[in-house]
């Protein structure tokens, strides 16, 4: 059964940075396209940033320049460095397994982690 356990989130001001981490167990991790997706209060869920199996990335207009998401096969993890972190990045974030190894477009499985919370203050 897959897992996916997200960790990293917190309070930070403005400006601010923060990794998210995202680890993932029973299944071939490095087969899969990874993404990860956020939540705000009252705002439907939002793809924020996507890798393929081979490490290839696409971000959301809102958070190119300042997310880069990441992956080490190695460990089974995907990250998401969040840096110049802004209030409307307030926000829960979630990890999902693509159903194939590309982004193009990225095709979100069903399997989610439990989500972390990231709040960033003015």
């Known amino acids: 059964q897959v897992q996916l356990v997200e960790s990293g989130g917190g309070l930070v001001q403005a400006g601010g940075s923060l990794r998210l981490s995202c680890a993932a167990s029973?299944?071939?991790?490095?087969?899969?396209?990874m993404g990860w997706y956020r939540q705000a209060p009252g705002k439907q869920r939002e793809l924020v940033a996507t890798?393929?199996?081979?490490?290839?990335?696409n971000y959301a207009d809102s958070v190119k320049g300042r997310f880069t998401i990441s992956r080490d096969n190695a460990k089974n993890t995907v990250y998401l460095q969040m840096n110049s972190l802004e209030p409307g990045d307030t926000a829960v974030y979630y990890c999902?397994?693509?159903?194939?190894?590309?982004?193009?477009?990225?095709?979100?499985?069903?399997?989610w982690g439990q989500g972390t919370q990231v709040t960033v203050s003015s």
């Open positions: 999902n397994r693509g159903r194939t190894g590309s982004t193009t477009p990225y095709s979100p499985s069903d399997y």
């Open positions: 029973g299944s071939i991790f490095s087969i899969n396209a």
């Open positions: 890798i393929s199996s081979d490490g290839r990335t």
